[in-house]
């Protein structure tokens, strides 16, 4: 009886913790700095491309840019890929992450980008 009562704890604590896993979602948008999200779908110069990936470089929060709105990057991804952050700036990408919200802010952890088709 108590070796059942464990194996039903088991499968009870797996079943709770496989519910409240995040799932990875795919993000469509434009890979942007942060504090450059209001310039919403205008296309940037190349003047501020290279001010987006000078602050991005400096380690301002980077995010993108979607019709529902701004998803920040977190982690480690932007300060790991430098050279592909520079590639992608101001391009369409997607995204597979994991989104989240937090104080109204929409997340995501990055766990493969590339350029949109």
Known sequence: MKKFAL???VAAA???LAGSAAA????TG?????G?????GTEPS???????????????PIGIQTAAGLYKITGDWASENPDKLAKMMAKQVR?????????GEKLLSVSSIELAD
């Not at 990875?24 to 993000?27: L, S, V």
């Not at 434009?30 to 942060?34: D, G, I, K, N, S």
């Not at 450059?36 to 919403?40: E, I, L, Q, Y």
Request: glycine share 10%; net charge negative; proline share 0%.
């Open 30 to 34: 434009r890979l942007v700095e942060a």
């Open 14 to 16: 797996t079943f709770i």
């Open 7 to 9: 194996v039903v704890l």
């Open 24 to 27: 990875e979602e795919i993000i």
């Open 95 to 103: 995204v597979t992450g994991e989104t989240s919200e937090a104080g």
């Open 46 to 60: 190349a003047e501020h491309v290279a001010c987006m990936v000078r602050c991005a470089k400096n380690g301002d």
């Open 36 to 40: 450059c999200s209001a310039m919403g």
